[in-house]
């Protein structure tokens, strides 16, 4: 008696998705006549018809519909199977957590996480949110096992010692402007250029670093202070005013907001580094080289 086999129904489902037996050939990298095998197959096992063939290509019949909803959860339930038997045989596994200033929070955080996980199934990462000195605090105490930090002009000198240091990204800073400000359709423009508009600053608690206006700009007009990054932005995309940002916020520029560079030849810039214990485990140690890898990518987008 024919039976159903998970590749039987793996390609009576990318048959039914892709409408034809020759695209769902090309697809899994079969050979058209070894896909209609195995739907010959299927039908055996089913007892009835799962395609009706014509020249416009397949449908399914009414055995076919229920085929291929059943395969559909059969196939998803593997795939978790999988997934968890490989994070039983990966030796990075566990629990990860991650603190980050709120810039590199935005994407390049999220997307280091997004690697690790992919690579390490079985490894948890615990993502959280600060300023970087306090993420400097819980890294000594160890409520965190890596911390996405920056460092550079116009920030305190932190007590990096008896931590482990690793470059990321040597960032630079832009300015957010309004889709419709004068400057959103140029390539850059001066800090003489900045001397008139209204800047929208950063808020936070007593001892934290924020974002003011730009660095270099004397007495510059003050407009609205803001905590959060996505008031910061909305408050730019209405109109409001500036805000300065780092390159690491690009990707998570909200809609109606641009990004412009200022040529600034006393700026000298600031970088973003992750720290973490002296002796970092090995699942510390990935999450290093994936925000590496991610910044990487930031940087050649």
Known sequence: MAEFTLAGLRIVHQVATAGSFTRAAELLGYTQSAVSRQVAAMEAAAGAPIFDRSRRGVELTPAGHVLVRRAAKILASMAE?????????????????????????????????????????????????????ALLRRLRVGRLDVAVIGIGHGLPEYDLSELRQAAVLQGDLLVAVPATHRFAGHDGTTVADLAQEHWIVGDGAAGEPQFGAWPTLSAPYIAQTARSWSTRLGLVAAGLGLTVIPDLALPALPTGVRAVAVTDSHWPGRATVVVTRPRPSAQAQAMVTALQNQATCLRNA
Do not use: F, K, W
């Open 81 to 133: 199977t999988e997934l968890e038997l490989a994070g039983l045989r990966d030796r990075l596994a566990g629990r990860l957590t991650v603190g980050a200033y709120p810039t590199a929070a935005m994407a390049l955080v999220p997307r280091a996480t997004a690697q690790v996980t992919s690579d390490h199934p079985g490894l948890a990462v615990v993502l959280e949110e600060a300023s970087t000195p």
